[in-house]
């Protein structure tokens, strides 16, 4: 079917893109403690790319059997499309990027309904007040790409995902706690998602009160990810940067943050969930320096962004089914640094240790502003956890604090499969709380 | 298709089966600064088939129809492995019906090049603003016809035509970006998305005033709400708590959320009503089959009703609201929101601006999260109040507040009430929902303020 939809096309249009997309998903999930639903689902459509008179189109379908009518569309959203000056990649050489495990998909059900009593077992036995709602997934996504220049691409991922939640209700404070782990592999380590949720209730036995200033405060992994991502992942996105969209437009070269922060984009570690051996477009995947030491080295490209930009794409290309590609970054990983988390806590005489934020990416993001609700993060004084901190907001500019003389912890953790980053300290961010 | 559908569904051996079927296209057109970005058209058919059985559930979707029956059995299947919570589905009425789309001005009938002019017109009102920079622009519109049929002889037929645009200006000096955005949509009327050129200005107004906006100390201040702030403060402070399914298997959370407690002080009521015609959020039947419904949630600050779908109304002793609603036919249902909103009170905007000696007026909004106890919620832009005026527009400004607390704080509440259609709700990984928030002015004392950078 992709033969004689990227034929008919072809006579139509100067280029043509089939984009064949196939996801398998079975996930089971537990609430209030026990198993709730078991689901199957598959998902199947196509997105045809055109180039036409120098514009591209893009049609989209979930049925496999009418060409026709694929190809009618992307030529009436050619006649209004974006300017195109690219070529769609020829045959290249790809990296081998594993993200297949046979042992993903011949996990039975039963034995993902098994790991998830377990974890709520866990967390329940711990704490028996907590309820807990839980989600184990194996997923399998199936890619095509073939273009009329002759590149053709396909590549298979699986996906396991376990996650856990509990809830924790005293009186009118409720507390949330949870973790989860993302891999394309089976997930051996998964009891360790159960003892960070212990963790975290453990911690959160106490509460404590802050007082509003500026004061150090130390992100953990997920921390950083529900402050930093979101911006940095705006910063470095060439679209941004060629619109003048973001702060780091025309900085290539120049020192736009602290020389402890090396960040990279790394699309080809084996077996993580972003990875691939060739971009939503066919471009193969590299790794790439997006600051070192603080300078700015490259921002992430596709093929239409970078023709614009004069540069080259860097294998960036992300797409839904259904939208053009537009450049993303796969995996952020962040270079850790040489103290010990301990250390980092211990050097703190009074501060806060960030776990979660809420708000912080719903604002003013492209120039860095932010402002969010602590929801679980603890007061620290002279470096030991206090107690938790509850009606607290925490402050500031993405890019300022980044500058400040930040330290990063030597062990960096995977969040939400996307973000590979260790713990950081900054030494004054504005913190305001409820007075007592 | 009727026919398949009914067969399938004859004589299975579960309590409850269900089919859903959904057929829809697409169609969206992004700017990019002056330049086309995106122009495309998606199609597609879908489904799902959920059973439930001895308290689980059991979901199956797919994009191919060729085997319903097989598809059914294994949901059922499904189900029985889940099955042990005990819970049972409230009775509702049993319908047979096809409702229409709400339709004013299809937006199927304005072809691509005049859709395409009317962009073009609001990026050039954009760019006349002088240190606006880069602009972006977009259009979307779906038709949907959404059928839905279960083992209990409901068969349900609903059509939508959904539409939305949204416009985003960049200010830039000196290195310094500040943006604004506009959001509308509508159901069914394409005149939502006409005749914007001022709001448009306005918004790009927004974003230039913003590059020198002063940053505010973070801390507790007296807050006045616009409309557009205070309905999605309505919708993260109060509506989320509000869908059962957070509280229905929790005896402690049910404890604080019981009926009848007083949440809020007696000038607010908050409402959430699927029957309000032609607002994005609006529809006849949840995806459950039943009928959508006025619901009040808090009245005269006492909480009196919750949002449900048919297990957690059984679970909870209550009637179904007909709260049931899926993203799409990918997805199972959720106990999700329709139009939410504050009843309008009595004072004037004016009125509660006056009493502020040293306070913040926040407008229009980026967005809100909630974890139920706190949630923030974000303005687009903001001044300070001194003395009852209006005095330096701030940036950043982010309101954080506490289920428990906050809605005590509200002493002020305006006669103004409007309704807004550019938001979408997230929630189960299900995102963007159509949903319209509404509420006149508000004040709030005591607000904590988060100030930026």
Redesign the interface.
């Given at each position: 079917m992709i033969e004689q939809l990227l034929d008919r096309a072809s006579k139509v249009s100067d280029q043509a893109e089939v984009y064949a997309l196939r996801v398998e998903e079975t996930p089971v999930s537990f609430e209030a403690n026990r198993l709730k639903q078991l689901q199957t689902s598959e998902t199947s459509g196509i997105a045809l790319r055109i180039i036409r008179n120098g514009r591209v189109g893009l049609a989209a379908s979930t049925r496999l059997d009418d060409p026709d009518s694929l190809v009618n569309d992307a030529v009436e959203a050619a006649t209004f499309g974006a300017a195109a000056s690219f070529r769609l990649p020829d045959p290249s050489t790809i990296p081998d990027v594993p993200g297949w495990d046979q042992a993903v998909i011949d996990t039975p059900v039963e034995r993902m309904v098994e790991i998830g009593y377990e974890l709520i077992d866990r967390l329940h036995s711990h704490n028996p007040q907590v309820v807990c709602d839980a989600g184990v997934s194996r997923q399998s996504y199936d890619v095509t790409i073939r273009n009329s220049n002759g590149g053709s691409h396909r590549y298979r991922k699986t996906i396991s995902a376990v996650n856990l939640m509990g809830t924790l209700v005293r009186g009118t404070d409720i507390l949330y706690v949870g973790d989860d782990q993302v891999w394309c592999r089976p997930i051996d380590d998964y009891r360790a998602i159960a003892d960070e949720a212990i963790r975290q209730v453990d911690l959160a036995q106490k509460s404590a009160r802050i007082k509003s200033a500026t004061m150090p405060v130390l992100f953990t992994a997920r921390g950083f990810a529900s402050v930093f991502s979101v911006p940095l992942r705006i910063a470095f996105n060439g679209k941004r940067v060629l619109q003048g969209a973001s702060p780091l437009t025309g900085k290539r070269g120049q020192q736009c943050f602290s020389e402890k922060l090396s960040l990279w984009d790394d699309p080809t570690i084996p077996y993580a969930p972003h990875s691939s051996p060739f971009d939503d477009e066919g471009v193969p995947t590299s790794r790439l320096a997006l600051a070192e030491n603080g300078i700015v080295r490259n921002f992430v490209y596709d093929l239409a962004t970078a023709a614009l930009a004069g540069e080259q794409s860097t294998g960036s290309a992300s797409r839904g089914l259904e939208s053009l590609p537009s450049p993303g970054i796969s995996a952020l990983v962040i270079s850790p640094g040489t103290r010990s988390h301990d250390e980092l806590l211990g050097s703190i005489d009074y501060g806060l240790i960030v776990d979660e934020v809420i708000g912080a990416t719903q604002g003013n993001v492209i120039g860095g502003d932010f402002s969010g609700n602590v929801v679980l993060g603890f007061k620290v004084e002279k470096g030991k956890i206090i107690g938790r901190v509850k009606d607290t907001v925490i402050s500031g500019n993405v890019y300022d604090l980044l500058n400040q003389d930040l330290t990063l912890s030597n062990a960096p953790q995977w969040v939400h499969g996307g973000l590979f980053v260790p713990d950081l300290l900054l030494p004054a961010v504005s913190v305001a709380s409820r007075s007592a | 298709m009727r026919d398949q559908i009914e067969s399938a569904l004859r004589g299975l051996d579960a309590e409850h089966v269900s089919v859903h079927v959904e057929e829809y296209e697409?169609s969206?057109?992004t700017f990019?600064?002056r330049?086309?970005?995106?122009?495309?058209?998606?199609?597609?058919?879908?489904g799902n088939i959920r059973a439930f059985a001895g308290g689980?559930?059991?979901?199956?979707?797919?994009?191919?129809f060729g085997e319903l029956r097989s598809r059914a059995e294994?949901a059922i299947h499904?189900?029985k492995?889940?099955g042990?919570?005990g819970n049972r589905l409230a009775d509702r009425p049993v319908r047979d019906v096809v409702v229409p789309a709400h339709l004013l001005k299809d937006p199927r009938t304005v072809s691509?090049?005049d859709k395409?002019r009317l962009l073009d017109e609001y990026i050039d009102v954009m760019f006349s603003v002088p240190q606006i920079?880069?602009t972006e622009a977009s259009y979307w519109d779906g038709a949907r016809r959404v059928v839905y049929a279960d083992s209990e002889g409901c068969y349900v037929e609903q059509s939508f035509v959904d539409l939305k645009a949204r416009f985003l200006a960049?200010a830039?000096r000196n290195?310094?970006?500040?943006?604004a955005i506009l959001s509308m949509g509508s159901l069914g009327d394409f005149a939502a998305v006409e005749q914007l050129h001022d709001k448009v200005r306005t918004t790009a107004e927004r974003a230039v005033r913003?590059l020198d906006a002063k940053?505010i100390e973070?801390?507790?201040y007296t807050v006045v709400c616009d409309q557009a702030l205070a309905g999605v403060f309505a919708h993260e402070a109060f509506g989320h708590l509000s869908e059962a399914d957070f509280i229905y298997?929790?005896d402690?959370?049910q404890?604080?959320m019981v009926l009848g407690r007083q949440f809020g002080t007696p000038m607010v009521s908050i409402v959430d009503d699927a029957t309000l015609p032609g607002l994005r959020g609006s529809y006849a039947y949840d995806d459950e089959g039943t009928a959508g419904h006025k619901n009040y949630l808090l009245k005269n600050g006492e909480l009196v009703g919750r949002l449900h779908s048919r297990e957690t109304a059984a679970k909870l002793g209550e009637e179904p609201t007909g709260n049931a609603r899926a993203i799409s036919y990918?997805h199972?249902p959720l106990v999700r929101m329709t139009n939410t909103y504050i009843e309008p009170g009595t004072a004037t905007p004016e009125e509660l601006i006056a009493d502020v000696k040293d306070g913040i007026y926040a407008v229009d909004w980026?967005?809100?999260?909630?974890?139920?106890?706190?949630?923030?919620?974000?303005a687009a832009e903001a001044y300070r109040i001194r003395n009852g005026r209006l005095e330096e527009p701030l940036?950043?400004?982010?309101l954080?507040g506490?289920l428990?607390?906050t809605l005590q704080r509200i002493d002020g509440v305006a006669g103004d009430l409007a309704f807004a259609q550019g938001g979408g709700c997230g929630k189960g990984g299900q995102s963007p929902l159509p949903v319209s928030t509404g509420a006149p002015h508000i004040r709030i004392q005591?607000c904590?303020?988060?100030?930026?950078?």
């Open positions: - | 697409t969206r057109m990019r600064g330049d086309v970005e995106d122009v495309g058209r998606s199609r597609g058919i879908g689980g559930w059991g979901f199956v979707s797919f994009n191919d294994l499904q189900a492995l889940a042990g919570s691509l090049t395409k920079h880069t960049v830039r290195g310094t970006v500040q943006q913003l940053s973070s801390g507790e298997e929790n402690r959370m404890e604080i990918r199972e980026y967005g809100g999260t909630t974890t139920m106890e706190m949630f923030t919620f974000s940036r950043g400004v982010v954080s506490n428990f607390d005591s904590v303020v988060g100030g930026g950078g």
